[in-house]
Nanobody, 115 residues
Framework: QVQLVESGGGLVQAGGSLRLSCAAS????????MGWFRQAPGKEREFVAA??????SYADSVKGRFTISRDNAKNTVYLRMNSLKPEDTAVYYC??????????WGQGTQVTVSS
């Protein structure tokens, strides 16, 4: 069982930056692929970024602006978001996945970008 707790969301002006954090419970954090997804009002949840032992991946809409990183010693994954746009407004969810172990979601943190 993995519990995920996001933090760092808030209100920011367009062009600004935020850093989201996701703290995970458990002793096997390093074995999970960690990801960030987001869901805007009236839209489906969409992939944002992921990080695993093999590297990182990003949605085209955030490439060059967002950076995902992890600190396995702290059981934490981060999402640094720069050059934020109003269309980045959404609830951001942390996700943990490992083959054979299932996947887990956090409760989400709101990010609002004003124009």
């Amino acid at each position: 069982q993995v519990q995920l707790v996001e933090s760092g969301g808030g209100l920011v002006q367009a062009g600004g930056s935020l850093r989201l954090s996701c703290a995970a419970s458990g002793r096997t954090f390093s074995t999970y692929t960690m990801g960030w997804f987001r869901q805007a009002p009236g839209k489906e949840r969409e992939f944002v970024a992921a990080i695993s032992w093999s590297g990182t991946s990003y949605a085209d809409s955030v490439k060059g602006r967002f950076t995902i990183s992890r600190d396995n010693a702290k059981n934490t994954v981060y999402l640094r978001m720069n050059s934020l746009k109003p269309e980045d407004t959404a609830v951001y969810y942390c996700h943990a996945d490992r083959s054979g172990a299932g996947d887990y979601w956090g409760q989400g943190t709101q990010v609002t970008v004003s124009s």
